[in-house]
């Protein structure tokens, strides 16, 4: 029996993940992602999905980034009604996530004039249709066709799916895969029985720095920054940026290795975020940080700690003298309550702005990370006299070396692995190096593009 698998988002693209999978009885989904940064196709988002919504069977979702769920309200609104399949973090996050995602849509239709792509009533739809799926529970989910996730240590509950037939013909969707070993994930796990396996390939040409280079830099930076007594400012990302921060921070403050001062949390996202993984860290993180969740009850909390839910709160933290930390969205500083941090703390010399994320072209982060004396933030033109600081390696997801170490442990090996969710170049590069180092049968995933897998042979149709 053969599977067919489309391309449908995420080929040639970091972004806009969306797969479908298909035998003579069934057809399955593996994300609805929408795209995102600058080469992103907001106006293709609006357009209907190359196949009918109505005739998926189910819906398999890897992990809660918005560029792996964000276009699932659309797809439900469209008139797919089957199962969404994730694990049981995800489905809470994922519920975050896309409940944000639906006030921003707002918002910005209010502003451009036009219809949202997409409001709360089609989240709560797609809510609806969740059913979690725990990690290496085989799943019947289409006739004929079923799902089991694997992790993939990239963010809390992220997963590949594995769809299989009845005659065991499968093909792999990696999702995203973590920069294994992370302080709280488990590391992620090969795939060791799919005839196709299609593999994330972001930084398919980087390699990031060692945790303790990264570490140790994060832990001078701030503490020659709060030597300064001004105000230190860190963009982050609500999901697992922001939380490997905490976490770092208090292992700092608990070692004695930073003076004692007030850390504000002013992202409401970011704290909903921190108790879903306070919420699962017992069961969902590597052994060794389960065991210090359920000893300390949370790895994110220490006692100079402010989570600022109000505008109230968050207006208050002006007052408080420096030096003093503040953690907020956007993780570009395109957005977001650290848009007002920065329009008031960059002009003062004794601020530092710690930049630990990616940086689109375009976006303020990126002009800042490159060292401009002036930008828009918040809507207003600003002086920066601050310092600005970036730190490398803070990625969630494996560099070049990770990416390949996991490819060459899926054995036996794949008949197929196709490069996908990466930039062209990047994808390119994983290809090719799939092939010289582990002599792998390995395609760039190219978008609209349709293959069939057998048991024999994968073949492009
Ligand atoms: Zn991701």
Redesign the pocket.
Known sequence: MALRIGFFGGAGKVTGSNFLIESARAKVLVDCGIEQGEDACLPCMREAFPYDPKSIDALFVT?A?L??VGRIPKLVADGFRGAIYLTPPTRDLTELILRDAAHILAERARQENVPPLYGLPDVEAALSLMQPLAFHEEREAAPGLSGLLRTTG??LG?ASVRIKDEDGTSIAIT??IGNSPSPLLPDWEPIPDADAIVMESVYGDRLHPPRETRVAALREGLSRALKKGGTVLMPAFSLERTQLMLYELSNFFTAGELPEVLVFLDSPLAAKVTAVYEKWGGTYFKEAAEDEMRREGSVFEFPFLKKTLSHEESNAIEAVPGPKIIIAGAGMSHGGRIGKWEEKYLPDPKTTLFIVGYQAPGSPGRRLAEGTRSVRVNGVQVSVRASVEVLEGWS??ADRDGLLDFAQACVPQPKMIFAALGEPASERFLAQRLHDYLGARASVAESGATWEVTKQAVTRL
């Open positions: 992990h980034h560029d792996h990239h963010i992220s999702g995203d969630a997801h």
